[in-house]
């Protein structure tokens, strides 16, 4: 079965720096999203990535999704205490978009002011 | 315009028994897929509704059922529960059973 992994498990800033999060899939992915979740509340949904090569930004957020579509990078510029919060990769678990989700473990981020 | 609303936002209930979640999906939207997500880990995909009926199924037991009213909303129910169903129990939304996943706020279950 499909499994994600995300690096690092944690990650602590200082406000202004910039940070990388990764995600690698086991298998080729064919949908892969990112979302921001606070602790113990729900999932907020920041971008969708489809295609190998793809990169969307939203405000200081950018996503990428490599050629080979095993692997998303989400890459936060100039960070904020805004940015803090856990970041999870999901991806759709078949190449049928099925909208069954699975997802990493997630990355906490702590954004020091 | 409304997001995807869950309710209890907390409960507490005791093992061996029965609890029913709620989830109204956002306007518009007429899939609702259930989530289970443990402290510290990822969701973890329960089941799918789409036009009342059950459309895909995680790696969950026969206690975890479930029910799409006409309106779209839907129920997650557990039965004879057990000290390892505590978590937060999401639930997302999407127009179709592909589009993207919009997912409320959870609810939080604690067994004792």
């Known amino acids: 079965s499909q499994e994600l992994e995300q690096s690092p498990q944690s990650l602590i800033v200082q406000e202004g720096k910039n940070l990388t999060i990764n995600c690698t899939s086991s298998?080729?992915?064919?949908?892969l999203y990112w979302y921001k979740q606070k602790y113990g509340e729900g999932l907020i949904f920041l971008m969708m990535?489809?295609?190998?090569?793809e990169e969307k930004s939203h405000e200081k957020i950018t996503a990428k999704l490599d050629e080979k579509k095993q692997q998303s990078s989400l890459h936060i510029t100039a960070s904020q205490p805004s940015h803090a919060g856990i970041y999870l990769c999901?991806?759709?678990?078949?190449?049928?978009?099925?909208?069954?989700?699975?997802f990493g473990q997630g990355t906490t981020l702590q954004v020091k002011p | 315009d409304a997001g995807v609303t869950q309710s209890p936002t907390h409960l507490i209930k005791t093992r061996g028994q029965q609890v029913t979640l709620r989830c109204s999906p956002k306007?518009?939207?007429?899939?609702v897929s259930w989530y289970q997500q443990a402290l510290g880990q990822g969701p973890q995909f329960i089941f799918q509704?789409?036009?009342?009926?059950?459309?895909q199924r995680g790696n969950f037991p026969d206690r975890f059922s479930g029910h799409q009213f006409p309106n779209y909303s839907s129920e997650l129910n557990v039965n004879a529960l057990l000290l390892g169903d505590s978590a937060l129990y999401l639930c997302?939304?999407?127009?179709?059973?592909?589009?993207?996943?919009?997912f409320g706020p959870g609810t939080r279950l604690l067994v004792l």
């Open positions: 509704y789409y036009e009342e009926e059950e459309r």
């Open positions: 298998k080729t992915l064919y949908g």
């Open positions: 999901g991806a759709d678990s078949s190449s049928g978009n099925t909208g069954k989700l699975i």
């Open positions: 306007s518009g939207h007429d899939t």
């Open positions: 990535l489809q295609k190998g090569g």
């Open positions: 997302a939304s999407s127009r179709t059973l592909q589009e993207t996943q919009y």
